[in-house]
């Protein structure tokens, strides 16, 4: 939901149309334009900055294979589920895969998780494309995959072993279409986030030791996979230092309130002054706070393109993006710097 530009927002609408009992999510307005946040998410900063024009990826589905219709969702015998026909749409052009509630694996959280695309099922929607267009990864793109805290908020938490696995997966199917710069994120403390705080501090340590086990396990898979892939370009995004820099310096980044949250999820009224809160919701950033996320990508980018031993890829107004899921999927072609 961190890197969503409306896509869950998008299916659920069309999915409401058709089974009343899918709910709108999330309700907008007081989300910003179908976005988990009061307003622009990093995704959208990083994009603005690269000059890409961005596309949520239920604005280029299509409602069947071959079918000349865009739809956000198709009908299956199950009932509606999200589209992934693309008929090589994805291939062309800035793309974001990303969609709330989705999981590492193959769909999503709660009772309409089953509706949802996971990192893997959105990895298989995006290299599926490729397939029916008869074309590889672009081996000169950069790949950015974020995912996992959505499997640490089910009621029976997954082993991170099988959270890290399955995106262990992903990166390695994207290696294996051509794909070779990737960049991976950690997790934040999800302990420290509003909804966890609020459950004490029993439940709040053992989300805090999730995202500590999580974050050595994925550390260690990256190191692991730079190792053993040939010519891949692994590099890691700390987003769990950056975090706990924002709680122990709320001033350094104009902030005042780390624990709160602007938005009453009750009555759906927000604060006046949302730019001074880390959250906006109990689980989910301000666009604030989305914005030095996005602050830290970009110079994190800029610093490998400036290191000599390693290549990054640079933008173009050519270029295409996708995101993955809590995850990202950076297409970019080389040609100028950043």
């Known amino acids: 939901s961190l890197s969503d530009p409306g896509n869950t927002f998008n299916s659920s609408?069309?999915?409401?149309?058709?089974?009343?009992?899918?709910?709108?999510?999330?309700q907008s307005p007081p989300y910003f334009q179908g976005r988990?946040?009061?307003g622009p998410i990093w995704v959208d900063f990083v994009a603005d900055s690269l000059e890409i024009d961005l596309k949520p990826s239920t604005d280029l589905s299509v409602v069947l294979p071959d079918s000349p219709i865009l739809s956000p969702i198709t009908i299956t015998p199950d009932g509606p589920r999200v589209s992934f026909f693309f008929n090589g749409a994805t291939t062309n052009q800035s793309v974001n895969f990303a969609f709330g509630g989705s999981q590492a694996g193959l769909a999503g959280l709660g009772e309409f998780g089953a509706l949802l695309p996971g990192l893997l099922t959105q990895v298989a929607?995006?290299?599926n494309d490729l397939i029916?267009?008869?074309q590889i990864a672009d081996p000169n793109a950069l790949?950015?995959?974020w995912s996992g805290a959505n499997d640490y908020r089910s009621v029976d938490p997954p082993n991170p072993t099988q959270v890290?696995?399955?995106i262990q997966t992903a990166v390695n199917s994207l290696y294996n279409f051509g794909a070779r710069n990737f960049l991976v994120l950690n997790l934040p403390d999800l302990g420290k986030i509003p909804r966890s705080l609020r459950l004490g501090s029993l439940l709040s340590t053992g989300f805090t030791d999730l995202t500590d086990q999580h974050n050595s396990l994925l550390d260690s898979t990256v190191n692991v996979l730079s190792q053993s892939l040939a010519d891949i370009n692994l590099i890691s995004l700390d987003a769990n230092n950056l975090f706990n820099q924002v709680l122990t310096n709320p001033g350094n980044f104009g902030f005042t309130n780390v624990t709160g949250t602007c938005l009453d999820e009750a009555t759906f009224i927000a604060c006046a002054n949302p730019d001074e809160f880390v959250f906006w919701d109990s689980i989910h950033p301000s666009t604030a706070s989305h914005q030095i996320l996005a602050e830290s990508t970009i110079a994190l980018l800029k610093s490998q393109d400036n290191d000599e031993s390693k290549s990054v890829p640079e933008p173009v107004s050519s270029a295409s993006l996708g995101v993955i899921g809590?995850?990202?999927?950076?297409r970019k072609q080389l040609n100028q710097s950043f």
């Open 13 to 26: 609408k069309a999915g409401n149309q058709v089974d009343p009992t899918i709910p709108l999510t999330p």
């Open 164 to 166: 890290v696995g399955n």
């Open 132 to 134: 029916v267009s008869d």
């Open 36 to 38: 988990f946040s009061n």
């Open 125 to 127: 929607g995006f290299t």
């Open 143 to 145: 790949y950015i995959l």
């Open 326 to 330: 809590l995850a990202w999927l950076f």
